[in-house]
């Protein structure tokens, strides 16, 4: 008799909330009841779960220890309440926020990369789910490092605005019919206008002059790939695209690799579709392969003209799915398989 388990996503009307739901019914997760919690404004409220409609209740009073593992997506400021009253009560939380992903005693997992960590969860009860563009990224990289050592990275990040939440595909598809139609373009989720732009601003400045979000790849790269001594140098940018993370990466390796080795690694790498010819098309878009699809694509496979050892790659993945969702549902499916 197959296992099953009680399950809650907390965030559950969000855009990754939202992506959860559709994506345990989808890849069939042993789930004995499903509970969807958002916040009080949100009580009462539909969300579908495959062919189950589940109604909003209040995570504010909801028993945890109802439930064996709780998906949480609903903000830093929510996991850091809530997380640590889930784990006292049993439940082990995959938390997709970034408020525990730093700590030493929580394991941050990329199951391609270190399903070892999952083990882990047991000092705190909770594991972290790491930042979207830094999952595609560690996705592509995992077998290259396997291979040859990884010394420096630099990555530029393409990253489209359903990142940022619902409100800002809202202000997206507004700026854009302001644009065409010749009307002023009001903006209050960005700083400036997102329609047929792009800002090199993600999260907060920081005092080094980098921004978090760029931080986040700098620290959970190294977390999650269990070596600080590779070097990160990012610039995250927001652009114009709904659904979909794309990134430019140029690696420096430790020994030599030729685009033709680093292909056929990751040809066979697990969560990888290799999509390079050299043709016009031949390479993965964030619209035209990543959105709606669980694969890292990887395309523009390459052999840096200016350093004897450097890669450079093209890397798309949907941000809601591989980046956020998935992510974490892959997670559970390890835990349950190994240890619940």
């Avoid at 345990?24 to 579908?48: D, N």
């Avoid at 790498?269 to 290799?274: L, S, Y």
């Avoid at 990887?298 to 004897?308: A, M, N, T, Y």
Wanted: net charge neutral.
């Amino acid at each position: 008799m197959t296992h099953t388990f009680d399950v809650a996503v907390v965030g559950a009307t969000g855009a990754v909330g939202e992506v959860m739901l559709a994506m345990l019914a989808e890849r069939k997760f042993p789930v004995r009841h499903l509970y969807a919690l958002a916040s009080q404004r949100s009580v009462g409220a539909k969300v579908r779960s495959g062919d189950n409609e589940l109604t909003v209740l209040d995570l504010a009073t909801f028993d945890f220890s109802k439930v064996q593992i709780g998906l949480f997506s609903a903000g830093g400021e929510i996991s850091a309440i809530y997380a640590p009253k889930a784990a006292a009560a049993g439940c082990v939380v995959i938390d997709n926020t970034a408020h525990f992903r730093y700590e030493d005693d929580i394991p941050l997992v990329v199951p391609e990369v270190n399903p070892q960590d999952i083990a882990r969860y047991t000092a705190r009860g909770i594991i972290a789910n790491p930042n979207c563009s830094t999952i595609q990224m560690v996705v592509a990289l995992k077998p290259l490092y396997d291979a040859v050592g990884i010394e420096r990275i630099n990555v530029c990040t393409y990253q489209s605005v359903s990142g940022t939440g619902k409100e800002a595909l809202e202000e997206l598809a507004a700026q854009s019919r302001a644009v065409l139609s010749g009307q002023p373009v009001t903006s209050k989720v960005y700083p400036k206008p997102i329609a047929f732009n792009v800002l090199p601003h993600i999260d907060v400045f920081l005092e080094n002059g980098y921004t978090k979000e760029e931080m986040k790849m700098v620290w959970e790269t190294n977390k999650i790939m269990g070596d600080p001594s590779i070097r990160v140098n990012p610039t995250t940018a927001r652009v114009p695209v709904l659904y979909g993370h794309s990134e430019a990466l140029h690696i420096e390796t430790r020994e030599k690799l030729t685009a033709a080795a680093a292909r056929a690694l990751l040809e066979k790498a697990p969560g990888v579709v290799v999509l390079d010819e050299r043709r016009a098309g031949g390479y993965p878009t964030a619209v035209t392969e990543s959105a709606g699809r669980d694969p890292v694509f990887v395309g523009r496979i390459r052999e840096d003209l200016s350093h004897p050892r450097g890669l450079d790659l093209w890397v798309v993945s949907d941000n809601l799915r591989k980046g956020a969702a998935l992510n974490s549902i892959q997670i559970a499916e390890r835990l349950v398989a190994t240890f619940l």
